[in-house]
């Protein structure tokens, strides 16, 4: 069984302050932090990410998919709302996987819920990526302090003289 998060875009980008005050400068760059962010929590925590924007004010848009750095990034059709195409994806993903959906939009939470998805606010996944970033944050340092081994870069003769010299202090 897979996992998968399938986050709403802009609800995001309009539900957190940092990226809220890049996109009042710059959408584009507001969209490409979002990426950055669910890209990193992607590798740490292994799960399937559907990043999906509307278009569909759009006039004459066709839907389109790409993967950036791993992410499924999708801008919906014109006429059609991200809330709608994730309605479709999280039916067709729920039968035989995990579907977690990110956004703080009401009436879409409890459609997913009734579609078999497990609904996480803006507010909650940020917290959850904050979290998990601590926790690669921790789990790197611990990986270098414990790679900060000097015996494998010494010469043999030389690290038995300092093995010596070690156990006449003690």
């Known amino acids: 069984m897979k996992s998968y998060l399938i ?7 309009n539900s957190w302050t940092n990226l809220k005050k890049i996109a009042n400068e ?10 950055e962010i669910l890209a990193d929590y992607r590798a740490y925590r292994g799960v399937e990410v559907i990043l999906v924007f509307d278009a569909h004010f759009v006039k004459g848009n066709q839907q389109k998919e790409e993967f950036v750095h791993g992410i499924k ?20 993903l729920s039968k035989y996987n995990f579907v977690q959906v ?7 939470q409890i459609t997913i ?5 497990v609904r996480i606010s803006a507010r909650e ?8 970033h601590k926790k690669m944050k921790r789990k790197f340092i611990n990986q270098e302090v414990q790679n900060d081994d000097l015996s494998h870069r010494i010469e ?6 300092l093995e010596k010299w070690r156990k006449r202090e003690d």
């Open 113 to 117: 819920l009734s579609g078999g998805g």
């Open 125 to 132: 996944l940020e917290e959850e990526i904050k979290d998990s």
């Open 73 to 92: 990034v999708v801008f919906t059709k014109e006429h059609e709302t991200a809330d709608s195409y994730i309605e479709r994806i999280v039916h067709n």
């Open 102 to 108: 990110a956004t703080s939009d009401w009436a879409e």
């Open 26 to 35: 710059n959408m584009e760059e507001a969209r490409d932090r979002l990426i």
């Open 156 to 161: 043999p003769h030389i690290l038995e003289k």
């Open 7 to 13: 986050v709403d875009g802009y609800n995001i980008i």
